[in-house]
């Protein structure tokens, strides 16, 4: 520590209502304000002292110096090669308050930004490389073949037998009802629930329903050949609604 700075530290400790004379001085009123008078003057000389001082005696050397640094990089390196996730991430701290200290200004922001546009180059690299890839490989031709491939087809609902006592993968083979809209094949023991939906075979997945949607609502159909005209027009407009 420089000698103005030890000055300015005297004179900020005398200064404080907390130091030991103010303290000793508050059993008297008159007491603690004569000390605490004293107190501010002698600060305000010590810091005139101070700035005179500071003007005579030589700077400080820095403690920055190229071995301090050298040894710092050396503790970053230790950190990085510990395999542990917090020493690792208080190496690269390290790293950023090295390059900080020993760079010079936007050096930091313009090795970030080169990095930055190192990682945009790589990745339009392998964009590149992957939509060559794409196309020597005909992957698009795959991906089509696949969705119009019958062991990838997914139903649509009452695009497929909604109830059946036969077993929808083998065909002739019966089922026993364990539940509710729930059959077990007598073959491989396979459960199909209706109402969930179920995967066959092939790997066609068949949403859930029910029978109740395979036959549309019926229309009232008119029960005698009698019916008055306005019988007959009441059916219509039951037809229309």
Not at 94 to 123: C, G, H, M, S, W
Request: overall charge negative.
């Amino acid at each position: 520590m420089r000698i103005s700075e030890m000055l300015i530290a005297v004179a900020e400790w005398l200064e404080s209502p907390n130091n030991e004379a103010m303290l000793l001085a508050e059993y008297d009123d008159a007491c603690l304000e004569k000390v605490a008078e004293t107190c501010i003057k002698a600060a305000e000389i010590l810091k005139s002292g101070a700035a005179s001082v500071d003007a005579i005696e030589p700077a400080q050397e820095s403690l920055i110096t190229p071995s301090s640094i050298d040894a710092l990089t050396e503790i970053a390196q230790a950190l990085d090669e510990s395999g542990d996730p917090d020493l690792i991430k208080s190496a690269s701290v390290l790293d950023e308050l090295l390059l900080t200290i020993a760079a010079p200004p936007d050096a930091v922001k313009n090795f970030k930004e080169a990095q930055e546009r190192k990682i945009d180059v790589l990745k339009a690299k392998y964009q590149d490389v992957n939509k060559a890839l794409h196309e020597q490989q005909k992957v698009g031709d795959t991906v089509k073949a696949l969705e119009k491939s019958p062991y990838t087809k997914e139903y649509r609902i009452m695009e497929h037998a909604l109830s059946t006592r036969g077993c929808p993968i083998h065909h002739g083979a019966q089922m026993a009802r364990i539940g509710e809209n729930t059959w077990q094949c007598d073959l491989d023991k396979a459960i199909f629930n209706y109402e969930n939906g179920y995967t066959d075979d092939r790997g066609n997945k068949v949403p859930g329903g029910s029978v109740a949607a395979e036959t549309p609502n019926s229309w009232p159909q008119p029960t005698s050949q009698f019916d008055t005209r306005e019988q007959k027009l009441q059916m219509f407009d039951v037809y229309k609604s």
